[in-house]
């Protein structure tokens, strides 16, 4: 089945830079690819997703870059301001030959420090 | 939209008994997921259903584990002789549609078990 590696467990950056987190996945299948951010003792909220057709995709300040061949994304969030920091997951969906499921990575504990 | 509801948020229970949990998800929505957040093995996906009918249950502890969905506007997992293990965030999403290239996922804020 399908894995997913998130690379960063924690990160810390200056309010004002970007924060970069990078996941890897191992189905070729796979063609779709969340992000959720969850906050202390919440759910999990999606904040933006990229598909298979395309490579790039940005929502104000998130950039997801998706590079097929090396079956890599990563997550670009530019002028980081201290309300981003919480934990972000990135996901891959498997189709499991009933349906699909999103496979979770471990987790990026995000802090944006003042 | 009140998004999806579970409850119990926090639920303390003895070693050796049942615990459980309810799910509502958005209305409308045709998928309902049941995923198990803990420390040690992160995001773990236990269940779907889609349109009330079990689709996947590969991510269940087989013997103890059950999960329902009687009607589209619930859903349960119910937890027989809990054990510390079970001790996690059990987290259900629901979906508005369920494509082969995949739907976002709605989560609600999860119930705490924990087994003593």
């Known amino acids: 089945g399908e894995k997913v590696e998130q690379h960063e467990s924690t990160l810390s950056v200056r309010e004002g830079d970007s924060a970069v987190i990078n996941c890897t996945y191992t189905?070729?299948?796979?063609?779709?690819f969340p992000w959720y951010k969850q906050e202390a003792g919440k759910g999990l909220h999606f904040v933006i997703d990229?598909?298979?057709?395309?490579d790039r995709k940005q929502s104000q300040r998130l950039i997801v870059l998706l590079d097929k061949k090396a079956k890599r994304f990563s997550l670009h969030i530019t002028a980081t301001q201290p309300e981003d920091s919480a934990i972000y997951f990135c996901a891959a969906s498997y189709y499991g030959g009933s349906g699909n499921k999103l496979i979770f990575g471990t987790g990026t504990l995000l802090s944006v420090k003042p | 939209n009140a998004g999806v509801i579970q409850t119990p948020r926090h639920k303390v229970t003895g070693k050796g008994q049942e615990a459980t949990l309810w799910c509502e998800p958005i209305?409308?929505?045709?998928?309902v997921f049941w995923y198990r957040q803990t420390i040690v093995q992160g995001l773990e996906f236990l269940t779907y259903f889609r349109n009330q009918a079990p689709i996947d249950d590969s991510g269940m502890p087989k013997e103890r584990f059950s999960a329902q969905m009687p009607n589209q506007s619930h859903s349960t997992l119910k937890i027989q002789s809990t054990q510390p293990q079970d001790s996690a965030v059990y987290l259900c999403a629901s979906s508005p549609r369920q494509g082969d290239s995949g739907n976002t996922l709605y989560f609600g804020e999860g119930s705490r078990l924990i087994v003593v």
């Open positions: 209305s409308g929505h045709s998928a």
């Open positions: 990229i598909r298979s057709n395309v």
């Open positions: 189905d070729t299948a796979s063609s779709y």
